[in-house]
């Protein structure tokens, strides 16, 4: 059973910003290429960043790019999203999660591919204006 410890989030004004944390244990973390996706009431999840299970290769969607970065440390079975830039518009449940060994990027769209399975039950952030 997959246990996850998701933290950071919170209210912050525009311009500011978070570190989200996502710790995992019950699961062959090394082997997975974690991905942050973010979804707000009404919409549909959006896949925000992913990286490889080395740390080696990221890769982020148009709307956060240049803005979040995505890391992770394996022998702490974490993996952390820094956000800077925050925006309104990145109002937002976070959540972490992975279904494969490599990350899901469509270069022609810019778009990450949000996992079908989340590892937890999410991280509230909000942008205010």
């Known amino acids: 059973q997959v246990e996850v410890v998701e933290s950071g989030g919170g209210l912050v004004q525009v311009g500011g910003s978070l570190r989200l944390s996502c710790t995992a244990s019950?699961?062959?973390?090394?082997?997975?290429?974690p991905v942050w996706s973010r979804q707000s009431p009404g919409k549909e999840p959006e896949g925000v960043a992913c990286v490889s299970w080395s740390g080696g290769a990221t890769y982020y969607s148009n709307s956060v790019q240049g803005r979040f970065t995505i890391s992770r440390d394996n022998a702490k079975n974490t993996v952390y999203l820094q956000m800077n830039d925050l925006k309104p518009e990145d109002t937002a449940t976070y959540y972490c999660?992975?279904?494969?060994?490599?990350?899901?990027?469509?270069?022609?769209?810019?778009?990450?591919?949000?996992?079908?399975?989340?590892w937890g039950r999410g991280t509230q952030v909000t942008v205010s204006s």
């Open positions: 019950g699961l062959d973390f090394k082997n997975t290429a």
């Open positions: 999660g992975a279904d494969h060994g490599y990350c899901d990027y469509d270069p022609s769209s810019g778009s990450v591919r949000p996992p079908l399975q989340n």
